[in-house]
């Protein structure tokens, strides 16, 4: 039973016990019917804790931004003491009515089919009490540290104040959060299964109470990942490397700058990013899908109260890699990507990229994702550079990666407790010890946002965001403070006053597209996604009326639109519906130029358009013109006369000595020639494709190279090729025969070399020869395709 059952006094019945209303409302019948009454229990004693925004180093003097006074803490979140006796939900003496109905859970995690499909919130005690609006009681959740926000009192009477949020069975120190004008945020620490949080409201205009008589309850489910890639997280230190950041003295003083608080601020970064991201994806219809860190046991450094205790917790897990490089290769001015004169600006990705390849080894087919900080970042006030320093995101396929430095990081906040002084502090960037980042860090919130926010932006560039025309992947990362706190103190790069309430419509956002993308990434996977399949190709294919036909084996996702000169996306179709799994999207899409230029301006419906297409398995397709898609170039008339139609080609057609080739298969001739086999020419790669006839005539597709396999079909039940499987990237490295009977050749060729792609007609249509390439072997091949 979920401990927060155990809270509900339960009525207990056999089928005998059933009794009339009548006789159920007997006193004197009850007892003997077995129903056992509620018991009246007492409040708990309060005992009193000091304010839990006050810095851990600095906890004598707490954050003019909030009340420093302290609460009394009354969290009766235990389920039951040592002797067994229940603690109450609520403070105060009052009793929980008997209920005669529980909500199970199944091991799967839904509740059971019973009259009460969905779980009731406990009524608040007052018509204060917080109330949560971004997300709703019994919610599953995929994220240790989840944000909320919500409101208390009548927002049509704004009042200050500030809510306490007490975790389930006490597994975490009850952490503030001001509340301004009736509205707040929080940052609430879960731990695996269902958790039960009690919210008080207190504030230093409403007469004092006994007990907190504002609160509320609520109740969520949080499901650890482990079955999507996770998102590493590394610190950089160069070789002789004395293992400090950039700090004003007075940080150094309070808090220190060495590697230990270099990791905890990373820690507490990433898991700022991950709380915003997740709710993201939720405004975006998409359920609160996010991706996971890979996590360690260790002494837990979420809260100061955990350095102090010693406490363990299960938390992200920072890699330290040693470079083998020093420190002053590492702070070399021609490798400083905001020194204007530097020549190789982007050695630091390929040393951070070599280092973080070493030390992982990926193998193959086995994606690494990895956001990288270098600590010996430094601030050379005397040439105006950061020096070590590159913001930078993407990769291979094998490493994706992010590279940030730690110019910043004095301003990150370390604690959970200390998120909102971190985003309130209006302290001025001394620039003879630390960086104002492009004129746009000039305090020290301000700091913390372009950090934490432009390191996010490169993270994003690793998961394959491109640039947006607004969101993260812009600069609205310059807003990231809004997302945690409801009230902006002064900015000293607008040079006004920040906004006096900050609701989710003025906070930082991902961009719609990054959504998309990160609905269908592997690392966002959830356990009740079906497998990533193997082939997430897309396949373009020109028909008759001077239509294209758009087909994806696992579902066309959605189109972006780029007219000549946009280099930023601007239009777009979405086919999908990414809230389901798996989501409902069609595998055909039929596009006419027309229908494409309507969604345009009139300024730009006669430009040239590009299209990049996505598929729901991460696949995408690019067409650089949509007008030559429909050109006569790719139309001919086949020998018995019927048009045909040239597909997308795979492959590049560049090698040495490159020439076209095309072959048309016997049922398109005119004397109906039937085909009795395939023989492929092969080695490591594909050299030729040569097909037999019933007349004893041959035609080759390629040419003749390395050894030929013979693939037989079965003429007598008519049997033919209806497409191929091929790994291809650069030239075509493997094939695979599909056939009309169902069956699938070996695969020829090399099997794992370039990326999976199923060559199929669009329905209504059959293949009737096949065009590409050929170098020293194939290196570029389509079908022709006729009804």
């Given at each position: 039973?979920p401990?927060?059952?155990k809270?509900l006094?339960?009525?207990?019945r056999?089928?005998?016990?059933?009794?009339?209303?009548?006789?159920?409302?007997?006193?004197?019948?009850?007892?003997?019917?077995g129903?056992?009454?509620p018991?009246?229990?007492?409040?708990s004693?309060?005992?009193?804790?000091?304010?839990?925004?006050?810095?851990?180093?600095?906890?004598?003097?707490?954050?003019?931004?909030?009340?420093?006074?302290?609460?009394?803490?009354?969290t009766?979140?235990?389920?039951?003491n040592?002797?067994?006796?229940?603690?109450?939900?609520?403070?105060?003496?009052?009793?929980?009515?008997p209920?005669?109905?529980?909500?199970?859970?199944?091991?799967?995690?839904?509740?059971?089919?019973?009259?009460e499909?969905?779980?009731r919130?406990?009524?608040?005690?007052?018509?204060?009490?917080?109330?949560?609006?971004s997300?709703?009681d019994?919610?599953?959740?995929?994220?240790?540290v989840?944000?909320?926000f919500?409101?208390?009192?009548?927002?049509?009477?704004?009042?200050?104040?500030?809510?306490?949020?007490?975790?389930h069975q006490?597994?975490?120190?009850?952490?503030?959060?001001p509340?301004s004008?009736?509205?707040?945020?929080?940052?609430?620490?879960?731990?695996?299964g269902?958790?039960?949080?009690?919210?008080?409201f207190t504030?230093?205009k409403?007469?004092?109470?006994?007990?907190?008589?504002?609160s509320?309850?609520?109740?969520?489910?949080f499901?650890?990942?482990?079955?999507?890639?996770?998102?590493?997280?590394?610190?950089?230190v160069?070789?002789?490397s004395?293992?400090?950041?950039?700090?004003?003295?007075e940080?150094i003083?309070?808090?220190?700058?060495?590697?230990?608080?270099?990791?905890?601020k990373?820690?507490?970064?990433?898991?700022l990013?991950q709380?915003?991201?997740?709710?993201?994806?939720n405004?975006?219809?998409?359920?609160?899908?996010?991706?996971?860190?890979?996590?360690?046991w260790?002494?837990?450094?979420?809260?100061?109260?955990?350095?102090?205790?010693?406490?363990?917790r299960?938390?992200?897990?920072?890699?330290?890699?040693?470079?083998?490089?020093?420190?002053?290769e590492?702070?070399?001015?021609?490798?400083?990507?905001?020194?204007?004169?530097?020549?190789?600006?982007?050695?630091?990705?390929?040393?951070?990229?070599?280092?973080?390849?070493?030390?992982?080894s990926?193998?193959?087919?086995?994606?690494?994702?990895?956001?990288?900080?270098?600590?010996?970042t430094?601030?050379?006030?005397?040439?105006?550079?950061?020096r070590?320093h590159?913001?930078?995101?993407?990769?291979?396929?094998?490493?994706?990666l992010?590279?940030?430095?730690?110019?910043?990081?004095?301003?990150?906040?370390?604690?959970?407790?200390?998120?909102?002084?971190?985003?309130?502090?209006?302290?001025?960037?001394?620039?003879?010890?630390?960086?104002?980042?492009?004129?746009?860090?000039?305090?020290?919130?301000e700091?913390?946002?372009i950090?934490?926010?432009?390191?996010?932006?490169?993270?994003?560039?690793?998961?394959g965001?491109?640039h947006?025309?607004?969101?993260?992947?812009?600069?609205?990362?310059?807003?990231?403070?809004?997302?945690?706190?409801?009230?902006?103190?002064?900015?000293t790069?607008?040079?006004?006053q920040g906004?006096?309430?900050?609701?989710?419509?003025?906070?930082?956002?991902?961009?719609?597209?990054?959504?998309?993308?990160?609905?269908f990434h592997?690392?966002?996977?959830?356990?009740?996604?079906?497998?990533?399949?193997?082939?997430?190709?897309?396949?373009?294919?020109?028909?008759?009326?001077?239509?294209?036909?758009v087909?994806?084996a696992?579902?066309?996702?959605?189109?972006?639109?780029?007219?000549?000169g946009?280099?930023?996306?601007?239009?777009?179709i979405?086919?999908?519906?990414?809230?389901?799994?798996?989501?409902?999207?069609?595998?055909?899409?039929?596009?006419?130029?027309?229908?494409?230029?309507?969604?345009?301006?009139?300024?730009?419906?006669?430009?040239?358009?590009?299209?990049?297409?996505?598929?729901?398995g991460?696949?995408?397709?690019?067409?650089?013109?949509?007008?030559?898609l429909?050109?006569?170039?790719?139309?001919?008339k086949?020998?018995?006369?019927r048009?045909?139609?040239?597909?997308?080609?795979?492959?590049?057609?560049?090698?040495?000595?490159?020439?076209?080739?095309?072959?048309i298969?016997?049922?398109?001739?005119?004397?109906?020639?039937?085909?009795?086999?395939?023989k492929i020419?092969?080695?490591?790669?594909?050299?030729?494709?040569?097909?037999?006839?019933?007349?004893?005539?041959?035609d080759?597709?390629?040419?003749?190279?390395?050894?030929a396999?013979?693939?037989?079909?079965?003429?007598?039940?008519?049997?033919?090729i209806?497409?191929?499987?091929?790994r291809?990237?650069?030239?075509?490295d493997?094939?695979?025969?599909?056939?009309?009977?169902?069956?699938?050749?070996?695969?020829?060729?090399?099997?794992?070399g370039?990326?999976?792609?199923?060559?199929?007609?669009?329905r209504?249509?059959?293949?009737?020869?096949?065009?590409?390439?050929?170098?020293?072997?194939?290196?570029?091949?389509?079908?022709?395709?006729?009804?």
């Amino acid at each position: 039973m979920p401990s927060f059952l155990k809270d509900l006094s339960l009525r207990r019945r056999s089928k005998a016990s059933f009794k009339t209303s009548e006789t159920n409302n007997s006193s004197s019948n009850s007892s003997s019917n077995g129903v056992e009454e509620p018991q009246s229990h007492s409040a708990s004693n309060g005992s009193k804790s000091s304010s839990t925004l006050s810095s851990f180093f600095d906890r004598a003097s707490p954050p003019a931004t909030l009340a420093s006074t302290k609460s009394r803490s009354n969290t009766n979140l235990s389920s039951a003491n040592g002797n067994g006796t229940k603690t109450p939900p609520f403070a105060g003496s009052r009793s929980r009515q008997p209920s005669q109905q529980s909500n199970r859970y199944s091991l799967v995690g839904t509740q059971s089919q019973t009259s009460e499909t969905a779980s009731r919130p406990t009524p608040a005690t007052s018509p204060l009490a917080p109330r949560v609006l971004s997300v709703s009681d019994g919610s599953w959740v995929h994220q240790k540290v989840l944000l909320i926000f919500g409101q208390c009192a009548d927002p049509q009477q704004p009042i200050d104040g500030q809510v306490t949020v007490h975790h389930h069975q006490d597994n975490f120190p009850p952490q503030q959060w001001p509340v301004s004008d009736c509205h707040f945020k929080a940052l609430v620490y879960l731990q695996p299964g269902p958790n039960r949080l009690r919210l008080d409201f207190t504030s230093p205009k409403l007469p004092a109470t006994a007990g907190p008589a504002h609160s509320a309850w609520i109740n969520i489910n949080f499901l650890p990942l482990n079955t999507a890639p996770p998102l590493q997280l590394c610190i950089l230190v160069a070789k002789d490397s004395p293992q400090t950041y950039d700090a004003v003295p007075e940080r150094i003083q309070k808090e220190g700058n060495n590697l230990a608080t270099a990791i905890r601020k990373f820690r507490m970064a990433a898991y700022l990013w991950q709380a915003f991201t997740a709710e993201q994806m939720n405004r975006n219809s998409f359920g609160r899908r996010c991706y996971r860190y890979e996590e360690e046991w260790q002494h837990g450094t979420l809260t100061w109260r955990d350095l102090e205790t010693g406490q363990m917790r299960n938390e992200a897990k920072v890699h330290v890699v040693r470079l083998d490089k020093t420190v002053k290769e590492v702070q070399d001015l021609n490798i400083a990507q905001q020194y204007e004169l530097a020549k190789n600006k982007g050695d630091l990705f390929s040393i951070a990229s070599d280092a973080v390849r070493s030390h992982f080894s990926p193998k193959p087919g086995q994606t690494q994702y990895v956001s990288c900080m270098f600590l010996d970042t430094h601030w050379d006030h005397k040439v105006g550079t950061v020096r070590g320093h590159a913001a930078l995101g993407g990769g291979d396929g094998t490493i994706q990666l992010a590279i940030f430095g730690s110019h910043l990081l004095q301003s990150y906040p370390a604690h959970i407790e200390e998120v909102v002084p971190a985003f309130s502090d209006c302290t001025r960037t001394d620039t003879q010890y630390v960086a104002n980042d492009c004129n746009e860090a000039g305090s020290n919130w301000e700091a913390a946002n372009i950090g934490i926010g432009a390191h996010l932006h490169e993270t994003g560039h690793l998961f394959g965001c491109p640039h947006q025309e607004s969101g993260v992947m812009l600069r609205d990362y310059v807003r990231l403070n809004r997302t945690f706190i409801c009230r902006e103190p002064y900015s000293t790069r607008t040079k006004q006053q920040g906004q006096r309430l900050c609701l989710p419509k003025d906070e930082c956002a991902w961009h719609r597209l990054d959504a998309l993308r990160f609905r269908f990434h592997p690392c966002f996977g959830l356990p009740g996604d079906a497998p990533t399949p193997v082939d997430t190709s897309i396949q373009v294919w020109t028909v008759d009326n001077n239509t294209v036909l758009v087909t994806a084996a696992t579902g066309v996702a959605w189109i972006e639109l780029f007219p000549e000169g946009d280099d930023l996306c601007h239009y777009w179709i979405e086919y999908t519906d990414g809230s389901s799994s798996p989501p409902n999207a069609p595998r055909q899409v039929t596009l006419t130029e027309q229908s494409l230029r309507d969604r345009l301006p009139e300024d730009k419906k006669k430009r040239k358009l590009k299209l990049e297409v996505f598929s729901c398995g991460g696949g995408k397709h690019l067409v650089e013109d949509f007008s030559a898609l429909t050109s006569p170039k790719d139309r001919l008339k086949l020998p018995d006369g019927r048009p045909g139609y040239r597909s997308s080609k795979l492959g590049f057609s560049q090698m040495d000595g490159s020439t076209p080739q095309e072959s048309i298969f016997g049922l398109a001739w005119k004397n109906k020639e039937v085909m009795l086999g395939v023989k492929i020419w092969h080695g490591g790669c594909v050299d030729g494709l040569e097909f037999l006839y019933e007349d004893g005539k041959s035609d080759l597709f390629g040419k003749r190279g390395g050894q030929a396999t013979m693939f037989q079909l079965d003429h007598r039940i008519g049997e033919t090729i209806i497409g191929f499987y091929l790994r291809a990237g650069l030239w075509i490295d493997g094939l695979q025969i599909l056939t009309s009977t169902g069956k699938r050749s070996d695969m020829f060729g090399n099997g794992t070399g370039g990326s999976g792609h199923t060559l199929v007609p669009p329905r209504g249509y059959s293949i009737a020869g096949l065009y590409g390439s050929v170098g020293p072997w194939l290196d570029g091949m389509g079908l022709i395709i006729t009804r």
